[in-house]
Structures are given as structure tokens and as C-alpha cells.
């Protein structure tokens, strides 16, 4: 007989979506319309550098625009003023000391809280990736789903891996 738990997912998959139901799409699509209604001034995204969980907003933002439809703004960003970059890789080294001493199982459970975020905010995701980074409404969803199961993967594997004799 072939054991039961043969047949059991390792890890959760992504939620799907499926976009040739009808249903499916139209009720995408209206909370894509609720992500972009619910931004302040018509302007949804600002990127700017985060440095120590701190956003670092200097100089000029430079408009973004969808390249779909060039004439369409969706948001602005700001690049990294040189200075910060120092700033970036000396935060980043002080946290490595912390990081290298975190163990498997809390690193793959922030694994998994990322996968549940990513995939709570997937229509915020879906939106940003079809108005800003151009994608299709089916390669949209594929990337975050993808997002999503590596970091499920990952954090199977990490447990996986650390349980293992050395």
C-alpha cells in the first residue's frame, strides 16, 4: 500500500486566480479599481529608499508612468542620494551579527508571514505590477503567486534542511 501522507502538499500552495471565469475577472478587476481609488491624490505609489525600516525621501521625486500608457502617472519615486548608500551598507552589516544567529525555524517563519502578507496584498501587487511594471493581467498574477510559493518553499526547505545530521 502507498502511504496516505505520500499525497499530502508539503507546503500550502498560492491562492489562484482564475482569470477565464468571468466572474473571476470582473470581481479582479473591481478590486483593482478599489486599490487605485483608494490612493491619496490620483498618485498611488511613492518609492523611495528604506534604510533601518526608515524611508529616506531626499531630493526630487521623479514622476513614474505606466508604459503601457506612458501618459498615465501612477505614482512618483525618489532614488538614493549617494550619501544614503554608505548609510544602507552599514546598517545592513550591523544587522548581519543578529541575522547569521537567527535560527532556521524563525527564519522560516518569517518566510511564511511574507508569503501570507504577499498574498493578502496580492490585488495591491497585481495593481502594481500591471499599471507600473507593464505586466499583463495574467503575468501579474503569476508573479505573485510565484513570490508567494518561494517563500513557502523556502521555509519548507529550511526546515527541511536543518533537520538533517550534519
Same mark, same amino acid.
Given at each position: 500500500? /502507498?502511504? !496516505?501522507?505520500?499525497?499530502? &502538499?508539503?507546503? #500550502?500552495?498560492?491562492?489562484?486566480?482564475?482569470?477565464?471565469?468571468? @466572474?473571476?475577472?470582473?470581481?479582479?478587476?473591481?478590486?483593482?479599481?478599489?486599490?487605485?481609488?483608494?490612493?491619496?491624490?490620483?498618485?498611488?505609489?511613492?518609492?523611495?529608499?528604506?534604510?533601518?525600516?526608515?524611508?529616506?525621501?531626499?531630493?526630487?521625486?521623479?514622476l513614474?508612468?505606466?508604459?503601457?500608457?506612458?501618459?498615465?502617472? /501612477?505614482? !512618483?519615486?525618489?532614488?538614493? &542620494?549617494?550619501? #544614503?548608500?554608505?548609510k544602507?551598507?552599514?546598517?545592513a552589516?550591523? @544587522?548581519?551579527?543578529?541575522?547569521?544567529?537567527?535560527?532556521?525555524?524563525?527564519?522560516?517563519?518569517?518566510l511564511?508571514?511574507?508569503?501570507?502578507?504577499?498574498?493578502?496584498?496580492?490585488?495591491?501587487?497585481?495593481t502594481?505590477?500591471?499599471?507600473?511594471?507593464?505586466?499583463?493581467?495574467?503575468?501579474?498574477?503569476?508573479?505573485?503567486?510565484e513570490?508567494?510559493?518561494?517563500?513557502?518553499?523556502?521555509?519548507?526547505?529550511?526546515?527541511?534542511?536543518?533537520?538533517?545530521?550534519?
Open positions: 500500500p /502507498i502511504p !496516505q501522507d505520500l499525497f499530502r &502538499p508539503l507546503r #500550502q500552495s498560492s491562492y489562484g486566480i482564475d482569470l477565464s471565469d468571468r @466572474a473571476d475577472l470582473k470581481a479582479l478587476y473591481e478590486r483593482m479599481e478599489k486599490v487605485l481609488r483608494s490612493m491619496p491624490d490620483k498618485l498611488p505609489w511613492c518609492s523611495s529608499p528604506i534604510i533601518s525600516g526608515r524611508k529616506t525621501r531626499q531630493g526630487e521625486p521623479t513614474l508612468v505606466n508604459p503601457a500608457l506612458t501618459f498615465q502617472v /501612477i505614482g !512618483q519615486g525618489c532614488d538614493t &542620494p549617494v550619501e #544614503q548608500v554608505e544602507a551598507m552599514t546598517a552589516h550591523n @544587522a548581519f551579527e543578529e541575522w547569521s544567529t537567527t535560527t532556521a525555524e524563525s527564519r522560516a517563519q518569517i511564511e508571514r511574507l508569503s501570507d502578507l504577499l498574498e493578502a496584498g496580492q490585488e495591491e501587487l497585481i502594481l505590477l500591471v499599471y507600473e511594471g507593464g505586466k499583463t493581467l495574467p503575468d501579474a498574477v503569476s508573479e505573485v503567486r513570490a508567494v510559493d518561494f517563500c513557502r518553499y523556502y521555509a519548507c526547505e529550511a526546515r527541511r534542511l536543518m533537520s538533517l545530521p550534519m
